[in-house]
């Protein structure tokens, strides 16, 4: 079972920018993949996916601000994250695309945005 794991996550201001990473203990080139985040008192919500050919799909709350791609070669999955807001303040999980509550799930990533 492909494990994964976060980081990046930091306290940041409103306006800047971080860069998130997940690294797989196996190989992505198989699948879509997504970053999903956790704010406090809400369900896991898919923010970004990739699939296996490239092609990018974001959530509305975070199109034109958020970046993800993928370097198959290196079993990493990345999210660009610009202009953050605090209402991007949320734990931040990478897993394949679909992903339920029954998958396995890393720790995440942090972030906090703060006003």
């Known amino acids: 079972q492909v494990q994964f794991v976060e980081s990046g996550g930091g306290l940041v201001q409103a306006g800047g920018s971080l860069r998130l990473s997940c690294t797989a203990s196996?190989?992505?080139?198989?699948?879509?993949m997504g970053w999903y985040r956790q704010a406090p008192g809400k369900q896991r919500a898919l923010v970004a996916a990739?699939?296996?050919?490239?092609?990018?799909n974001y959530a509305d709350s975070v199109k034109g601000r958020f970046t993800i791609s993928r370097d198959n070669a290196k079993n990493t999955v990345y999210l660009q994250m610009n202009n953050l807001i605090p209402e991007d303040t949320a734990v931040y999980y990478c897993?394949?695309?679909?992903?339920?509550?029954?998958?396995?799930w890393g720790k995440g990533t942090l972030v906090t945005v703060s006003s």
């Open positions: 897993n394949k695309g679909g992903a339920t509550s029954g998958d396995y």
């Open positions: 196996g190989s992505l080139g198989l699948y879509a």
């Open positions: 990739v699939t296996r050919s490239g092609i990018t």
